[in-house]
């Protein structure tokens, strides 16, 4: 139980006294603390950042990471840029290879023929680029869109017929190819921001000679995750779009992507069962804390507190904590702070979360773009 | 592959066309047959079936169940209470160990004062039961109380206390102790319902005489969960609280508590990029099919069209699957049918559902409790 002993170390936000439980609090001075920490360094760097938005889906926290320096947001499908575009976000990446057929054509038609938007889409193959062109065909303007390279995660992205997608999508489908992205999602792991960092920064730099190629500037060179967001914030790359860097988590600390300082977020959790030996139950089972948990990690989160304790099983509204013997314990009706293993999908499933600053509520925030998938 | 090519004898929904994906389809016709097939039985057997509305989180769907024979609802907590009581439904059992201090207390109290609702709330704890009592203090009528017992699932209730537990809650507490009740939640595995369905009963059994023993009525003597619907509705168990036995889900059609033709959900998916070899990625990911994955299941999910097919990882809008060599595999824009593994938390995630009959849609139905956690 080293991790659980580690975790001693994380100073979570303070709950707020007389919180409903299960809650979701999130401490906006480590949020801003964060926010400037990563934006500070990008831009004595020189490189801009446009935070993904699937992690908070808040529109405030968006504008608090503009009024930190980020450029832009990123977002993960048209349900979230709409949402942010309805809350006055005016400058929109969809880094995902939308099919746009049927309802999702005119979904990105009318976020297209918004003249208060500056929006780009991400896309990976020749019939989804195609696609991309006919929804919004007759435009007075041409769609902004970024090519997607595979630098190594084998999730999305066609880095060997680069040349040919480029090609295809800006001179015959009369797309306005603005540049290249790669998500370095290999680099969830202990070791592995360094080496997935560096194939970011190795795919790009081909990508981005591919455009030239083209004789096309590569406006975008953008790469993208927590983990490698300094070890890809490197030329040719000139954008990072980081997203769990704000609010932090406990996969983020336990890898060394966010500092002991950087976790922003905690559950608030009762403790509403002692009645097995050797446990206690909290009332934050699967549908608050997720079942996402890293091959790395052991249980559905930790709690800083009590560090020996094991959050070993959950059904829906059930968190069964082990206690190893000889062990502290938090007693019933204990309210803890647990720190979640992920923090995206936990606040997909809130539709608000409790804003504080050092354990003082600031607010009720909404998760604007709560349950927007697609 | 051996239950990948199973999987071809699910019947899921069929999908109605041009349908916006990623979304979660509900076939009607499917869920009443599903909803009388259990209810006929249970009546046959002369046993009261009370569901588990935590699966659907639907006022639509509950009063479905009811008019196929249901006497009422089990729910997870205050706030699914809540939604179910204001959308008309009034025999309600909180199946939890709900700890009623500050909010919830007034909350409770809210309930218990609604003149057309009969409530029924879970302990098994004497603290647990003192805060119910004085949340209620002062009021017309006692508050029904049910005690949990653990049946061999390990999660809550505490059957070697029981004789105390019952005697504190009646005698001092003046709480309307109305019966006892048990999850096997240990009988979601292969061959696990058989054992874990006389768990219950054993357990239920000793529970009922000591509740005798105290001279009190056992009113409510009530087993709950799909595997266990049918091999705990013995003598002396008079309800039965199964809840997924109404959609179905991959986990349940594997561990043969759904049969065939019971699976009413299926992810509608749209496959987005096929840039990596080996694979397609589809749009639902974590926050559509979640990471519930049971130790017995491989993958996030199973499409019964593709039954070699692997949903191996998601992201948070990204399903990679993997198509073993010389299988068949869909192509770029085509939708597909995936089977959830677990239904609960898949519906948590949506704020509406798409109801249909044989693949015509029949509405847009709210998930009226999504996001009802505490």
Redesign the interface.
């Known amino acids: 139980m080293t991790e659980g002993r580690d975790s001693q170390r994380i100073s979570p936000p303070a709950l707020p006294a ?6 979701v609090v999130i401490d906006l001075d480590i949020v801003e603390r964060n926010a400037h920490r990563l934006g500070d360094e990008l831009s004595r760097r020189g490189i801009a950042l446009r935070p993904h938005a ?1 992690t908070h889906k808040s529109v405030a926290l968006a504008r608090l990471q503009l009024e930190a320096g980020a450029r832009g947001l990123t977002v ?2 048209l349900g979230e840029a709409e949402v942010f575009a309805a809350g006055g976000l005016d400058d929109l990446f969809i880094a ?4 746009a ?4 054509a005119a979904r990105l038609r009318a976020l297209h023929d918004l003249d208060n938007l500056r929006l780009a889409v991400g896309f ?2 020749i ?2 680029a195609e ?1 991309l062109a006919a929804a919004v065909a007759g435009s007075r303007r041409r769609l902004a869109v970024i090519l ?1 390279l ?1 630098p190594g995660n ?5 880095p060997a ?1 680069a040349a040919g997608l480029i090609a295809a999508a800006a001179r015959e489908l009369g797309l306005d190819v603005r540049g290249v992205f790669t998500h370095g ?1 290999h680099a969830y792991g202990p070791g592995a921001a360094g080496p997935a960092g560096a194939d970011e920064v190795a795919t790009l730099t081909a990508g981005a000679a591919a455009l030239a190629a083209e004789n096309i500037e590569p406006v975008v060179v953008s790469a993208g995750s927590t983990p490698t967001q300094l070890t890809a914030a490197v030329a040719p790359v000139n954008e990072i779009r980081a997203g769990t860097y704000l609010i932090g988590d406990r996969q983020q600390w336990f890898i060394g992507a966010v500092p002991d300082d950087g976790v922003a977020i905690a559950v608030a959790a ?7 030996d050797g ?1 206690v ?1 909290i ?6 804390l ?4 890293a091959s790395y990690l052991t249980g559905h989160g930790v709690i800083p507190a009590y560090p020996e304790a094991v959050i070993e ?1 959950v ?4 968190g ?1 904590v082990r206690i190893p013997p000889g062990t502290p314990r938090p007693t ?2 204990e309210i803890v702070a647990v720190i979640p293993n992920h923090v ?2 936990v606040i ?4 608000s979360f409790v804003a504080t600053r050092s354990g003082t509520i600031v607010g009720i925030w909404p998760v604007d773009a ?2 927007r ?2």
Not at 101 to 104: A, N, S, V
Not at 290 to 293: A, G, L, R
């Open positions: 007389g919180i409903d439980t299960p809650a699937k993960g499908n995902y290879p939308i099919w057929d049927g309802p999702k990976d193959s019939a989804g696609r997607e595979d084998r999730r999305t992205g066609a017929q999602g009762t403790v509403v069962s002692t009645a097995v446990q139950v009332d934050a089972g699967a549908k608050t997720t079942k996402d948990v099983r059904s829906d509204y059930h069964m019933l009706g995206c999908p997909d499933l809130r539709d709560r349950g998938s697609g």
